[in-house]
């Protein structure tokens, strides 16, 4: 519960970024207006700095304002530069199979050329990473680990790690031991385990739509059929779709991206977590939590998870540092609940244990604060590169085009005009130099051939605008449009 002391903090900054959205839209602000500086804010409603500070914050989650480095904040908005949010997604009502692997692959091998730019990934660039003192670790851990981290770990995994993966959850208000925890090799990894231990080929599971191609591949291979939801580009997976194939269908398990999902950066609400969760309680059908994402928010405080409801221990919940520290290093976790001894079994005939020293380095990055101060910069750096592609977007590409505002993560969907076929658009972008991944890749069914998923999660420069700026022009020039 909230303090009075909070309550009122929040009230306040609310009320004056009220204000100031309200003298936006209605013209007051015009775009490119400079907005009081913090100063004045604090001197004009008797606030501190912080409070005015959390305002224009908020103003810059709605793409109402910028900030331009040593000058200020500035009006950004314009109905004419801001992409509309695509709808709520309609896939067809049936569990489906197919087989996307030769588009992913057309798509992934692209990946090795030389000068590409990789719009199609969905994690950071290196220099974005603290390789410098990943490597430092590295060498610490390899002195400090029996053996120098050559041996065996015990099948549960780095017990440092695990215990500071447990001291970590309390962002997200949930109360984990170490005990609770299993260490995997990256998320994906955690995710197979977790569907090879609860379901069996020809099994429904559900998903939302769209949905990360890692998972829909994974279902493939496992020879389960995909059950894919109606799905906010804001909110999340529809609520009123999940009860109507809890109670319909013979669903085996759901999976879902709770927070900043891949591909539509959406996050279920608080109470839309809690709803979801009392759903498979009440029809008694376990959900794999991919959380991955969750540390990467723009806003104030990191998102619950459905985990963080959990009674009954149907919630299996995954994560990993893969997206926002060492990708590389495949270190993920999973606290399986009430399933933890089925998962066990699976990691020990799979895999017997996970690799110790990287384990050891990511253990030490979490216990020493590290990892808090590497997110601080990486957020800010994500949240700035989020609005800039936003601004390019609505400058450069189709009239018409929408894009997801997401409020954390590294990726954004665009849904272009729709007889732009973005498989065809891919093929002459990588002739560019310029690879992204077409909608079509996130589903089973006939849907998202005009839409696609563009990384941020880049160094933001002249090359990467200019790029922007050229598959914007390149995707008009496919709807018949003159290049400005």
Not at 250 to 270: A, E, H, R, T, V
């Amino acid at each position: 519960m909230k303090d009075k002391t909070e309550t009122h903090i929040e009230f306040l900054y609310l009320r004056i970024s009220g204000v100031i959205e309200h003298q936006i839209l209605t013209n007051i602000l015009r775009y490119g207006d400079k907005l009081p500086s913090l100063r004045t804010i604090c001197r004009e409603y008797g606030v501190s700095q912080n409070t005015a500070l959390k305002a224009y914050y908020h103003l810059e989650s709605k793409l109402l304002i910028e900030t331009r480095p040593q000058s200020g904040y500035y009006v950004r908005y314009s109905s004419h530069r801001i992409p509309a949010i695509p709808k709520v997604t309609n896939p067809a009502a049936t569990a489906k199979t197919g087989d996307s692997d030769q588009l992913i692959s057309i798509v992934y091998n692209s990946l090795g050329e030389d000068g590409c730019l990789p719009l199609s990934l969905g994690t950071p660039a290196n220099e974005l990473l603290p390789i410098a003192k990943l490597n430092k670790g590295l060498l610490l851990a390899a002195r400090e680990l029996k053996g120098s981290g050559v041996a065996y770990d015990k099948v549960e995994g780095n017990v440092r790690l695990r215990r500071q993966i447990a001291r970590w959850s309390f962002a997200m208000e949930y109360q984990f031991s170490h005990e609770d925890l299993i260490t995997t090799n990256g998320c994906l990894n955690a995710l197979s385990y977790c569907m090879m231990a609860l379901t069996e080929k020809g099994d429904t599971v559900a998903m939302e739509s769209p949905v990360s191609f890692g998972m829909l591949q994974l279902a493939q291979v496992l020879g389960l059929k995909v059950l894919e939801l109606p799905t906010h580009p804001q909110t999340g997976v529809d609520l009123n779709a999940l009860e109507d194939a809890l109670r319909k269908e013979k669903l085996k398990l759901c999976l879902f991206i709770s927070n900043f999902s891949n591909p539509l950066g959406s996050c279920m609400p608080d109470a839309h977590k809690k709803e979801a969760v009392r759903l498979i309680e009440k029809y008694n059908i376990p959900l794999i939590e991919n959380d991955l994402n969750a540390d990467v928010y723009f806003g104030k405080h990191r998102p619950k998870s459905c985990k963080t409801y959990d009674e009954c221990g149907l919630v299996l919940w995954c994560g990993s540092v893969s997206k926002t520290l060492a990708p590389g290093y495949r270190v993920g976790w999973v606290a399986p609940g009430k399933f933890k001894e089925r998962i066990l079994r699976m990691k020990l005939y799979h895999a017997i244990s996970s690799t110790a020293v990287t384990q050891e380095v990511i253990a030490s990055f979490l216990e020493t604060g590290r990892y808090e101060s590497h997110l601080r910069k990486l957020r800010q750096t994500l949240h700035f590169n989020y609005l800039k592609y936003a601004q390019t977007i609505a400058d450069y590409f189709p009239e018409g085009t929408k894009a997801s505002r997401p409020q954390g993560g590294f990726v954004l969907w665009v849904e272009l005009p729709r007889h732009i076929n973005t498989i065809q658009l891919y093929e002459k972008a990588l002739k560019q130099k310029i690879s992204f991944a077409p909608g079509r890749i996130f589903t089973l069914q006939n849907q998202f051939d005009n839409c696609m998923r563009l990384n941020y999660g880049l160094v933001w420069n002249e090359k990467l605008e200019c790029s922007l700026q050229l598959l914007g022009n390149l995707a008009k020039a496919e709807r018949g449009q003159q290049y400005p």
